[in-house]
């Protein structure tokens, strides 16, 4: 059967539906909604996707996204460099900074330990990390790593690495607020017991 779009609409819904989440009907519907908005909207989204493909780069202290040599985080003099906080994508540095609760400084690792993927700790950043270490005085460095199997064992290389170095510590995990008890797995709720505090 004949498609009805136009190739550079075909197009536009093939490179949209390559975005992270966005299936073919929501490219379609992404495509649809574009061709009917003012022309300048498009063109302003092209200029920007363009721009970010242009001058987006690595932080060359802890390899964030940045458009200069260092990223707006590595810097601000306001942060500590002593206090580290290692992430596996730079996604999760969002997430962080919106607690506002964090005013150290990142690295990424990019990625997270996985043998069965052949991800070894040489493909990651982490001899970046151990000369961050020495280099900036480091006196903390909290593990944020994500809460799965790869992530857990990244963390538990990471903390055998720096042991008697750095005071080693992990995000807390445990049960999210608003959550009912019974619907908690084992797994969160063991967490949730073992990181238990006073009040």
Do not use: W
């Not at 001058?55 to 202290?61: A, E, G, H, V, Y």
């Not at 990019?110 to 040489?122: F, K, R, T, V």
Request: aromatic share 4%.
């Amino acid at each position: 059967m004949a498609s009805v779009l136009t190739p550079s609409v075909e197009r536009l819904v093939a490179e949209l539906s390559r975005l992270p989440g966005i299936g073919p009907r929501s490219a379609q519907r992404l495509a649809f909604h574009l061709m009917k908005a003012p022309e300048d909207r498009p063109r302003a989204l092209a200029e920007a996707l363009t721009d970010v493909a242009d001058r987006l780069r690595p932080c060359t202290q802890c390899f964030s996204f940045a458009e200069d040599e260092l990223c707006p985080v590595c810097a601000d003099p306001r942060r500590d460099p002593a206090v580290l906080c290692v992430v596996e994508e730079p996604s999760a540095i969002l997430s962080i900074e919106r607690t506002h609760e964090f005013r150290g400084r990142y690295h990424v690792l990019g990625g997270a330990l996985s043998p069965i993927d052949g991800i070894d700790p040489e493909d990651l950043r982490i001899a970046e990390l151990d000369a961050r270490i020495a280099r900036d005085g480091v006196r903390e460095l909290v593990i944020a790593t994500n809460p799965t199997m790869s992530g857990e064992a990244t963390a538990l290389y990471l903390a055998d690495r720096v042991r008697g170095r750095v005071r080693v510590t992990r995000l807390a995990s445990g049960l999210p607020v608003g959550a009912d008890l019974e619907h908690a797995d084992e797994l969160t709720l063991g967490r949730a017991l073992l990181g238990r505090r006073e009040i």
